[in-house]
């Protein structure tokens, strides 16, 4: 977009600002497409925002200046969430995310097989829909949880609200697609822990920025399904742990990722950029 509005930008002598989210500056089509595109956006943009460290570190090395980059992640109303006790809610694991193949639901679910193997008390919801919802149930039966896995389908976000509240913890497989697609930051991990929930997920994008492994949460290589299982499975042994990681995680989004912050940051920049063109 920020391509398509430069020149009408510069005619109308308005400062341009590009806000990039994840398959803009990942996925290799996309980034073919723009080849030559691209460089000429960032010489007209005032700014450009990345919602990851790991976005900013590649917007570098596709020649975005760094004196116009600037990190602003997503943020979470947190007066919307908490309420989450997993020290005391049932080992229950919750999933949100559409079944994509950045998310790798089927990752999720093996890992949640193994660690079902070793601790049969252990369930999973998962909310959300995809072109992967097929067959993920179909998986679910193969691997012999079907008994064990709820999915939910699309739901309105009281829902979520509810079933984050109610869970043990969250997890989240994601994972760099075949076509290069890759996640920005993942808001449902942002309102995972801002409703107090320890996240098992992967090192991935703008992920570790967010999860601080051992103290909000656990954090895999993708593809390590058995990493994952293990952190699940120790999570349903431990609801101690559970309890500390979540209140740890709460902390950490109320201080580093509200809304508040995140919006009060992205109105500093525009401000910036409207005051260096009227001077």
Known sequence: ????????????????????????????????????????????????????????????????PAEKLYYNPYGVDCEKFGGADPGSAPPTFIA??????KKAPQITLSAFAQAYQLRPDARLRMIGEGPLLEECKSLAEQLGISGAVTFLGGQPPEVVR????????????????????SEGTPVSILEAGATGLPVVSTRHAGIPDVVIEG????????????????????????????RQLGLAARKRIQQHFSEEQQLGNLWRIIESCIMEKDI
């Open 1 to 64: 977009m920020g391509v398509s509005v430069g020149e009408a930008c510069s005619r109308a002598a308005v400062p341009l600002i590009v806000h990039f989210h994840g398959y803009d500056a990942s996925v290799h089509s996309v980034l073919e497409q723009h080849t030559k595109t691209y460089p000429v956006m960032f010489k007209q943009a005032a700014a450009i925002i990345a919602v990851s460290r790991t976005m900013q570190k590649k917007l570098l090395t596709l020649g975005a």
């Open 96 to 101: 949100v995310g559409r079944f994509t193949e």
């Open 162 to 181: 509810r079933e984050l509240r109610q869970s043990r913890g969250f997890v989240q497989h994601s994972v760099e697609s075949s076509t290069g697609d």
């Open 215 to 242: 103290e909000t949460g656990f954090l895999v290589d993708e593809w390590d399904a058995a990493g994952m299982a293990r952190y699940i499975s120790r999570l349903v042994a431990e609801p101690a742990l559970a």
